[in-house]
């Protein structure tokens, strides 16, 4: 193998590697993301039955 071949795979392994990494940090994000919204949603919930219960007495 000569110079310019070892230079074409180390150049594509680490376009993969950073590729991985980066859509692994953007799945990460997006999971995260997906779980605050549900807690927001079961917050907001629990904020109008709360004020439901207190309007019906």
């Not at 692994?24 to 917050?43: D, H, M, T």
């Amino acid at each position: 193998m000569n110079n310019r071949g070892g230079s074409y795979l180390l150049a594509i392994s680490l376009l993969l590697l950073t590729t991985f990494f980066a859509t692994y940090f953007v799945f990460s994000y997006e999971s995260q993301i997906k779980i605050y919204n549900s807690l927001e949603f079961a917050n907001v919930r629990a904020t109008i039955n709360l004020l439901e219960e207190i309007g019906s007495k």
